[in-house]
């Protein structure tokens, strides 16, 4: 396989190089931070007082986390390192309920950031011939102008089309031959459900690769996707408070996304504990931004959960790689005293051929106990009027999800385009246990 790079002499660093680097940016960092009130008042209290403090890498583990919540009671300006003047772009987090949370970027912001990017596309192999269909949202949200500069910046074609709008998506993408999508996992299933009302088959287009992000999703989608569409689809990963999208990227071996540790430091962590996990073991995602000027953020804990897989890639990045992020901290299910992440479910949902593009995970209370009902579509030619085959079929989920997650679920089979669907980042738990 032909191995492309944006920055060769960065993205091959070696380990000791790489941590060189952190390191003397991790202590411009602490310097920058010590400038504004809200972080030198945390990090007095912790006896940082200067870079002098930071001696190496480890000393990393001194400074305290910093959470959303920080973020928001800081809003609009608290956590602002630098004149209004001096920002050229706000973003703001998808976060759909409570006080938004607020990222500038400067000019220099702008230009790392879309680096990065750039950084990242080249890595699944895109180039300057590939035609880019940005389906994100553009507005405050960071993945549709985020990628938007970065592909720019590669010199692929770019079509800012935004989200939504089905048909006139297909439609583009068959008038300009697109060649890359950006768009998220639920959002691609959606369209595929449509397409037969197009007239459209997915041999009709010209997709290659596809950037999947946003929201969590599992490898059995990812297949899925790759399957129905015949695409190689790479996982791309980032949030707002860290830029955006950007942070970790997939290269062509699909291995898990490289983490661009020049500019992020990655550390995983016990979510009840804080302490610092070793590669390979699954916590919570914390990450320190080392090049932002407008807006310092380090050791912010992000709620993902992930490992990092640290062996040498065969791409030649040195840069660790994070694994499919698992789930969230904070959405974890819990159902009748047992565990559940959402990702499980869709894991074994999503091998099963007969189920289609969308799905529900619906919670509801009868009496004292949780009921967990899962709702798929599956495939129009499967509702031929045999019932046997139908109920054969829920029988087939019911016993995979409970071998898996091992809660008894209602299964209910529907259309095709019968469940909510969305074409931004996808809703698929709605709990009404407390409603009731
Ligand atoms: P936002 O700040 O609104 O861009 O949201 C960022 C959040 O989206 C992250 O903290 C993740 O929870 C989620 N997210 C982004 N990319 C991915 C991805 N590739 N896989 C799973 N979750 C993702
Ligand atoms: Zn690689």
């Known amino acids: 396989m032909e191995i492309t790079y944006w920055n060769k002499n960065i993205e091959t660093m070696d380990r000791p190089a790489i941590e060189a680097l952190q390191l003397q940016r991790l202590r411009e960092l602490v310097d920058q931070s010590l400038k504004m009130d809200f972080y030198k008042n945390r990090l007095l209290r912790v006896g940082i007082t200067s870079s002098e403090d930071i001696q190496s890498l480890d000393d990393l583990r001194r400074l305290p986390f910093n959470v959303k919540d920080d973020l928001r009671q800081n809003f609009p300006t608290g956590l602002l390192a630098v004149d209004m003047r001096d920002v050229v772009r706000v973003h703001s987090s998808s976060g759909t309920t409570g006080i938004p949370t607020v990222i500038y970027f400067s000019r220099q912001d702008m230009d ?9 596309i080249v890595a699944t192999g895109c180039c300057q011939d590939d035609v880019f269909q940005n389906m994100m949202t553009y507005g405050l949200f960071t993945g ?30 068959k008038d300009f031959k697109t060649t890359v999508l ?23 287009l010209y997709i290659q690769r596809v950037f999947l992000g946003a929201e969590p999703y599992s490898e059995n989608t990812r297949l899925k996707l790759e399957d129905l569409y015949g695409i190689d689809a790479y996982n791309s990963y980032g949030l ?15 291995q898990g996304m490289h ?53 040498p890639c065969r791409c030649g990045r040195t840069h660790r790689r994070l694994s499919r992020i698992q789930g969230r901290t904070d959405d974890m299910l819990i159902i009748n005293g047992v565990n559940v992440f959402p990702s499980q479910i869709e ?53 995979k999800l409970r071998a898996s997650i091992t809660i008894n679920p209602v299964i209910e089979l529907h259309e095709p385009g019968a469940l909510p669907h969305s074409e931004g980042k996808a809703k698929r738990v709605l709990d009404e246990r407390e409603q009731l």
């Open 182 to 204: 950006h768009v998220t996992p639920s959002y691609l299933l959606h369209i595929h459900s449509k397409l037969e009302s197009f007239e459209t088959r997915p041999e009709d």
């Open 259 to 311: 983490v661009w540790e020049d500019a992020y430091i990655l550390e995983i962590i016990d979510p009840e504990t804080g302490e610092i996990l070793p590669d390979g073991e699954q916590g919570e995602v914390v990450l320190t931004n080392l090049v932002r000027s407008a807006m310092p953020l380090f050791r912010y804990r992000t709620r993902d959960l992930a490992y990092v897989n640290s062996e």
């Open 240 to 254: 707002s408070e860290m830029n955006g999208p950007g942070v970790a990227f997939e290269c062509v071996y699909k």
């Open 347 to 399: 894991e074994v949902i999503m091998a099963i051929p007969e189920v289609g593009t969308n799905y529900l995970i619906h919670l509801t209370k009868i009496g004292s106990l949780d009921k967990l009902a899962v709702k798929v579509e599956i495939y129009s030619k499967l509702f031929t009027g045999d019932m046997s085959a139908l109920d054969g079929l829920k029988a087939k989920i019911k016993e």
């Open 112 to 120: 790392n950031w879309t680096d990065l990017l750039a950084r990242s």
């Open 144 to 173: 549709g102008l985020g990628l938007h500069y970065g592909a720019e910046r590669v010199g692929m074609t770019v079509i800012p089309v935004g989200g939504g709008n089905t048909q006139r998506q297909v439609q583009i993408m």
